[in-house]
């Protein structure tokens, strides 16, 4: 193995890795983990990628510590301050979801980063307001990671995924991304979309992991439910890894979700919205979420915006699934504009820079550190 790399991934849970890797495209260099299976994950996904484990008990001598302690910079997606304590390399702090409601105490854990690489301007702007009083160092509005491995559209890759999927490439495709416990609709309404939704649709659900593979018994038992109402429709797939999310955002005519990440990043393709709201999850309910959090009443007011984006479903006093579907794909070009305003809001420009953007903004860090240490005392 090569010591002395410029640029070191650390991660020890899957989640952030996908958003590394991006960074890891540019600019090379080693991922350590202090995790077997998130390391065998990497293996088998990024089988180019050069991989370190990082032993706690045995740290000094393995070799994810000495990849670290020899790093000009180490880049994750975390905040291990006590890890991260040990080593001199700069220090940088990427996003791994949308951080809708960013909160104070969040941020207060990531004031030992250099770097701070935000998403866009709705991050920017929450941090701006505790900058100073949190002693926060250097940020870079990036843009969103996940964009760069996010599938370039057309009608052909459309089709020939739908077909490999066992969908009807003459369909269009209405897909369901729910949030997981405590606050996502997955038992109140899985079951329900699958009676309800036209068969003149593709549909496509994609449970949240602790939903979906779970040993919980309840959702056991939903998951069965739904799974056996899935065989008998046509045209239905219960996806819990067939696919990656991008490749969903992008085949994806109708997005339902509960007002989640999957529906801020799904609008990368400007895809017309469905909003499930129930007793769990709310406007009212996000309301008083951020009030117990202390998000501020104008930023918790601009995520709520989202749900201007499209039409909504609420449990409480809507019936029918199916004309919902249809008003919300029948309404999409009328929120179009609300749509593009939102996006720009939260991630800025649509494009696929941000890991060539984090690569650049941590080697004038670095540079500008190398300066600051040759000067003359």
């Given at each position: 193995?090569?010591?002395?790399?410029?640029?070191?991934?650390?991660?020890?849970?899957?989640?952030?890795?996908?958003?590394?890797?991006?960074?890891?495209?540019?600019?090379?260099?080693v991922?350590?983990?202090?995790?077997?299976?998130?390391l065998?994950?990497?293996?088998?996904?990024?089988?180019?990628?050069?991989?370190?484990?990082?032993?706690?008990?045995?740290?000094?001598?393995?070799?994810?510590?000495?990849?670290?302690?020899?790093?000009?910079?180490?880049?994750?997606?975390?905040?291990?301050?006590?890890?991260?304590?040990?080593?001199?390399?700069?220090?940088?702090?990427?996003f791994?979801?949308?951080?809708?409601?960013?909160?104070?105490?969040?941020?207060?854990?990531?004031?030992?980063?250099?770097?701070?690489?935000?998403?866009?301007?709705?991050?920017?702007?929450t941090?701006?307001?505790?900058?100073?009083?949190?002693?926060?160092?250097?940020?870079?509005?990036?843009?969103?990671?996940?964009?760069?491995?996010?599938?370039?559209k057309?009608?052909?890759?459309?089709?020939?995924?739908?077909?490999?999927?066992?969908?009807?490439?003459?369909?269009?495709?209405?897909?369901?991304?729910?949030?997981?416990?405590?606050?996502?609709?997955?038992?109140?309404?899985?079951?329900?979309?699958?009676?309800?939704?036209?068969?003149?649709?593709?549909?496509?659900?994609?449970?949240?992991?602790?939903?979906?593979?779970?040993?919980?018994?309840?959702?056991?038992?939903?998951?069965?439910?739904?799974?056996?109402?899935?065989?008998?429709?046509?045209?239905?797939?219960?996806?819990?890894?067939?696919?990656?999310?991008?490749?969903?955002?992008?085949?994806?005519?109708?997005?339902?979700?509960?007002?989640?990440?999957?529906?801020?990043?799904?609008l990368?393709?400007?895809?017309?919205?469905?909003?499930?709201?129930?007793?769990?999850?709310?406007?009212?309910?996000?309301?008083?979420?951020?009030?117990?959090?202390?998000?501020?009443?104008?930023?918790?007011?601009?995520?709520?915006?989202?749900?201007?984006?499209?039409?909504?479903?609420?449990?409480?006093?809507?019936?029918?699934?199916?004309?919902?579907?249809?008003?919300a794909?029948?309404?999409?070009?009328?929120?179009?504009?609300?749509?593009?305003?939102?996006?720009?809001?939260?991630?800025?420009?649509?494009?696929?820079?941000?890991?060539?953007?984090?690569?650049?903004?941590?080697?004038?860090?670095?540079?500008?550190?190398?300066?600051?240490?040759?000067?003359?005392?």
């Open positions: 193995m090569t010591m002395n790399q410029p640029f070191v991934y650390f991660s020890k849970m899957f989640q952030a890795v996908p958003q590394l890797m991006e960074v890891h495209k540019f600019a090379g260099g991922f350590v983990s202090n995790r077997r299976s998130t065998d994950a990497v293996h088998k996904l990024y089988p180019n990628v050069e991989l370190a484990r990082y032993r706690s008990w045995f740290k000094q001598y393995s070799v994810g510590f000495k990849a670290m302690k020899s790093a000009s910079a180490i880049i994750t997606g975390a905040p291990t301050p006590l890890l991260l304590s040990e080593f001199s390399a700069v220090k940088a702090m990427v791994h979801g949308t951080y809708m409601l960013l909160s104070k105490s969040t941020l207060q854990q990531l004031d030992h980063f250099d770097l701070l690489c935000t998403i866009g301007p709705r991050m920017r702007k941090i701006d307001r505790y900058r100073n009083e949190l002693q926060l160092k250097q940020i870079v509005e990036s843009g969103y990671l996940p964009f760069g491995s996010f599938p370039k057309s009608e052909a890759l459309t089709q020939s995924s739908l077909t490999r999927l066992g969908l009807s490439p003459g369909k269009k495709t209405v897909t369901y991304m729910p949030w997981g416990k405590p606050h996502g609709s997955w038992l109140q309404m899985a079951e329900k979309i699958v009676r309800e939704t036209p068969c003149d649709f593709n549909l496509i659900l994609r449970p949240h992991p602790s939903q979906g593979l779970t040993a919980r018994r309840e959702d056991v038992a939903s998951f069965k439910r739904v799974s056996a109402l899935c065989a008998k429709r046509p045209h239905t797939l219960l996806d819990i890894n067939a696919c990656s999310l991008s490749q969903l955002f992008s085949l994806a005519d109708l997005m339902v979700t509960d007002g989640t990440s999957p529906a801020e990043e799904s990368y393709y400007d895809v017309p919205q469905l909003f499930i709201q129930t007793p769990l999850w709310s406007e009212d309910v996000i309301r008083a979420h951020a009030e117990k959090n202390h998000i501020p009443e104008d930023e918790a007011g601009e995520y709520l915006d989202l749900f201007k984006c499209g039409t909504s479903f609420d449990t409480r006093r809507d019936a029918d699934f199916g004309r919902a579907i249809h008003a794909i029948e309404s999409g070009t009328s929120f179009q504009a609300r749509r593009q305003a939102y996006f720009s809001w939260v991630f800025g420009p649509r494009d696929r820079q941000a890991g060539a953007c984090v690569q650049q903004a941590v080697l004038n860090l670095i540079n500008s550190s190398n300066t600051m240490t040759s000067l003359p005392r």
